[in-house]
């Protein structure tokens, strides 16, 4: 498995565990509804790029653009290392290692 594909199947675990954690914690039913589907879509993407699918790739860098999009304004507004800080900067990492193989 390539490393883009790998990176992208830690971040889509990371946003899973949120998800639950985010339920668990809060019980909050949306965190473990778009944790899952967000974690499962960037899973999907790492499984589809270890089979050198290039959807995959895309699929990756359009969720995290997402997840970026979603949390990046919420922490700079009120800085919170959970899940804010951790979801940008893994979001960041795994974008930028989609987009540098995509266009490689």
Do not use: E, H
Request: charged share 10%; hydrophobic share 60%.
């Amino acid at each position: 498995m390539d490393f883009p594909a790998i990176v992208t199947a830690i971040f889509g675990a990371f946003v899973v565990f949120g998800g639950v954690m985010g339920y668990v914690k809060a019980k909050s039913k949306a965190s473990l509804i778009a944790g899952g589907i967000t974690g499962g879509l960037l899973l999907l993407s790492a499984f589809l790029m270890a089979r050198g699918i290039t959807a995959g790739a895309i699929l990756g860098i359009v969720v995290s653009l997402l997840l970026i999009g979603q949390f990046g304004p919420s922490l700079a507004k009120k800085f919170k290392v959970m899940p804010n800080l951790l979801v940008v900067i893994l979001g960041l990492i795994t974008l930028g290692t989609l987009v540098f193989s995509f266009f490689r």
